[in-house]
């Protein structure tokens, strides 16, 4: 079974800048959550999406940050503009709808270093 | 205080030594994962429990619901499990769904050869 895929797999942008992660969750989990980890802290919910509907994205800096999931499958996460303190890994994680305590997959992550 | 509390923070252990790491929580929850995160790499999940107990290899979580509280252990340790361990507890979603997920701030094993 292909685990969550991410991309890229590192990315150094400059402050203010644009830049924008992907996520290919699991075929056939509903399920998809976006986590921004600090070095040295654990993960953070960003935003859970319920197929392409958005569930919680109540810690999401809207002002800067925005998320999609067009067509309930693979997502995208964007930041603009950067800010230093944006610098962190970017994990996406899915799980399947039909058993609320489906075990969580996470990808990869996406290191995200602002100069 | 954090909903999720880990301890210790930061374990060195010997080769072959039994190791417990402990998390505890504050929230109703409907389930409890042990994530294991090596550097550099990605996260896994290693348990998800609800109740009891859970063995897989030589990792062994369990959960006391009353107490609020969860160990993961492993035993005879070796430094490939040289690693972060996170616990993070399922917060009990609506409608059939997932709710939030809530992590501790992880313990950093290291296992000495």
């Known amino acids: 079974e292909a685990g969550v895929a991410q991309s890229p797999r590192y990315k150094i942008i400059e402050k203010r800048q644009s830049v924008a992660f992907w996520c290919n969750p699991i075929?056939?989990?509903?399920?998809l959550y976006w986590y921004q980890q600090i070095l040295g802290q654990g993960p953070k919910l960003l935003i859970q999406?319920?197929?392409?509907?958005?569930?919680?994205d109540s810690q999401l800096p809207k002002d800067r940050f925005s998320a999609e999931r067009l067509k309930g499958v693979d997502s995208t996460l964007k930041i603009q503009p950067a800010k230093l303190e944006d610098s962190a890994v970017y994990l996406c994680?899915?799980?399947?709808?039909?058993?609320?305590?489906?075990?969580?997959?996470f990808g990869s992550g996406t290191q995200l270093s602002v100069l | 205080k954090n909903e999720v509390e880990q301890s210790p923070q930061n374990l060195t252990a010997q080769e072959g030594e039994f190791i417990t790491i402990n998390c505890s929580y504050s929230v109703g929850i409907s389930a409890l994962h042990w994530l294991q995160q090596h550097p550099g790499g990605g996260i896994v999940s290693l348990f998800m429990l609800s109740s009891g107990k859970k063995k897989h290899g030589r990792l062994i979580a369990t959960i006391n619901i009353q107490e609020k509280h969860s160990s993961l252990h492993i035993t005879a340790s070796h430094p490939r499990d040289s690693a972060v361990y996170i616990c993070?507890?399922?917060?009990?979603?609506?409608?059939?769904?997932?709710?939030?997920?809530?992590f501790g701030k992880g313990t950093k094993l290291s296992v000495k050869p």
């Open positions: 999406f319920q197929n392409n509907g958005v569930v919680d």
């Open positions: 994680a899915s799980s399947s709808f039909r058993d609320r305590n489906e075990k969580l997959f």
């Open positions: 993070a507890v399922s917060t009990r979603g609506y409608g059939g769904s997932q709710g939030n997920l809530i």
């Open positions: 075929s056939g989990h509903a399920t």
